[in-house]
């Protein structure tokens, strides 16, 4: 299997909003409501942010949110800071104990 | 709090043999999966192999064969023996806890570096 389909990079101004999508197929992101989305600052081990494609874990800012389309999911980060400068990766849980990766983009907060 | 420490990273030869350790606390160790994930240098995420909470192990394409994933219940700990390395498998290697379709805890990471 293919990994997810990401852009390299987003960027926006503060206070703006960035959406990241995160295609895939019918047999994956298509096919199962189990999308995540993890943010990686440098250096850093990555954190979950987003699950079960809408779902945010206690303690992440209501900021980021979730959803899917088809084949394609996206994060939308609202609000931008500059904290928000990171990596985020889409991943999509496939049955079976196999996962796939989104590429990972670069979010730039100009 | 959850906590995963990674150990067992270093510098090993093309061919060599590496063992890494993930120490699990503040969950019920027993009920959950647990993961290896990696990440080359400046690339992106890839799982690596995942073992369920009976010890059913699963391994991506791109190690089976030479990787092995157990876990020790009584330790609380989840290993990867990692035989016949190649210089693409130089990466930071994370241990991840599984919670149902995503990963909820990381660990801080650990460094394999594969090279003559």
């Known amino acids: 299997q293919s990994a997810l389909t990401q852009p390299r990079s987003v960027s926006g101004s503060p206070g703006q909003s960035v959406t990241i999508s995160c295609t895939g197929t019918s047999s994956d992101v298509g096919a199962y409501n189990y999308v995540s989305w993890y943010q990686q600052h440098p250096g850093k081990a990555p954190k979950l942010i987003i699950y079960d494609v809408t779902k945010r874990p206690s303690g992440v800012s209501d900021r980021f949110s979730g959803s899917k389309s088809g084949n394609t999911a996206s994060l939308t980060i609202s609000g931008l800071q500059a904290a928000d400068e990171a990596d985020y990766y889409c991943?999509?849980?496939?049955?079976?104990?196999?996962?796939?990766f989104g590429g990972g983009t670069k979010v730039t907060v100009l | 709090e959850v906590q995963l420490l990674e150990s067992g990273g270093g510098l090993v030869q093309p061919g060599g043999s590496l063992r890494l350790s993930c120490a699990a606390s503040g969950f019920t160790f027993t009920s959950f999966a647990m993961m290896w994930v990696r990440q080359a240098p400046g690339k992106g995420l890839e799982w690596v192999s995942v073992?369920?909470?009976?010890?059913?192990?699963y391994h991506a394409d791109s190690v089976k064969g030479r990787f092995t994933i157990f876990r020790d219940d009584s330790k609380n700990t989840v290993y990867l023996q990692m035989d016949s390395l190649r210089a693409g498998d130089t990466a930071v290697y994370y241990c991840?806890?599984?919670?149902?379709?995503?990963?909820?805890?990381w660990g801080q990471g650990t460094l394999v570096t594969v090279s003559p």
């Open positions: 991840a806890k599984v919670g149902f379709g995503d990963l909820d805890y």
């Open positions: 991943s999509s849980y496939v049955l079976t104990y196999t996962w796939l």
């Open positions: 073992i369920s909470a009976p010890g059913n192990s």
